[in-house]
């Protein structure tokens, strides 16, 4: 390639590159927009956790599991020497924890959730489980689930939160520095207890009983898969200049 050419194509690619970046105009009415780069947005690598709210109920969450008692997750692997490593039991329980809370039950909407909402990725970061895997280890780990699931709404509770999530803590305070409140504390205690086990005993049989119905309506499938002809990008473009066409 000459030099005349070589400097002409240089510009080219200037130019096209500028193009992407500046702000774009309407071609039918001049409106100026934003300036859009998907191809640049999809390589660049952002925390997610940068972009929440300094409050998100998944920060509370990221910072009380760590601290709690879980170590009978564990015990299951711990001699396991085949297979790949697992995921680890602390992530999947704040996973579980974060997304009943919000009220997503279903095993595969979680782990559709762990590639696209910022906060199931704040948790996972580039360890994505699959829908399989949750349900799994919720089968696995149910009763010890729940125990650490009452003690986290207590513990948000006892901190002021009056909701965790979609789940009431019921922050109500009561002295604890006079012995004649010490019964009235104890009872209220139990209730409380007894109250919450009952709403998370339902919101894990809702979760099994979404995961059964979609096991049987989709087997081994996801659900939200592309056709296996538009899996690849460049297949993908290819259908699509196609249909333009038509």
Not at 208 to 230: F, V
């Amino acid at each position: 390639m000459g030099q005349q050419a070589m400097i002409a194509f240089l510009s080219l690619c200037i130019l096209c590159h500028v193009a992407t970046r500046r702000p774009m105009m309407s071609e039918q009415h001049g409106k100026t927009y934003r300036p859009w780069d998907p191809e640049r947005y999809r390589h660049e690598a952002q925390s997610p956790a940068a972009k929440l709210p300094e409050g998100d109920l998944v920060f509370f969450l990221l910072d009380t599991v760590p601290r709690l008692n879980v170590h009978r997750f564990y015990a299951p692997y711990e001699q396991e020497t085949r297979g790949a490593p697992p995921f680890d039991p602390a992530m999947m329980v704040c996973l579980l924890l974060y997304a009943y809370c919000v009220g997503v039950f279903s095993s595969r909407k979680i782990a559709w959730a762990c590639e696209r909402n910022l906060a199931f990725m704040a948790i996972v970061g580039q360890e994505r489980p699959d829908f399989r895997t949750i349900s799994d280890f919720r089968k696995q780990h149910l009763e010890p689930f729940k125990e650490v699931f009452v003690q986290v709404v207590r513990l948000a509770g006892e901190a002021g939160l009056v909701k965790l999530g979609n789940v009431a803590t019921d922050g109500t305070k009561i002295q604890g520095n006079a012995s004649r409140h010490k019964a009235m504390r104890y009872g209220y205690m139990k209730k409380t207890i007894e109250r919450l086990r009952e709403e998370i005993e339902a919101l894990v049989t809702a979760a099994y009983q979404q995961d059964e119905a979609e096991d049987a309506a989709l087997g081994s499938r996801r659900g939200d898969e592309l056709p296996a002809e538009l899996a690849r990008r460049e297949q993908c473009l290819a259908k699509i200049e196609a249909a333009m066409q038509r």
